[in-house]
């Protein structure tokens, strides 16, 4: 699978997280060099704009991703437009 095209905008790896370099280059490796379908924060794009999505909010946090979609989809019904 190819690199995920949020790789170089995604706020995750461009801004300071505060987590260590092994860590960062470990999720980057994993979440967006082969495969983004299991990223959190890819997941929610298709239900808010990139800055919208928590710079808080890692790669491999699935479980709050899932429940940001249950409320997005249980209060709007209907996917977010880009």
């Known amino acids: 699978m190819a690199e995920c095209i949020r790789t170089k905008a995604c706020i995750f790896f461009t801004d300071e997280v ?3 370099p092994q860590l960062w280059e470990e999720m ?3 979440y967006c060099l082969v495969g983004n379908a299991d990223c959190a924060r890819f997941r929610l794009l298709p239900y808010m704009r990139p800055e919208e999505i928590p710079h808080d909010l890692i790669p491999s946090d699935s479980e709050r991703a899932d429940e940001m979609i249950a409320e997005f989809t249980a209060g709007s019904g209907s996917e ?3």
Do not use: L
């Open 28 to 30: 980057k490796a994993a």
């Open 80 to 82: 977010h437009t880009r």
């Open 18 to 20: 505060g987590y260590s």
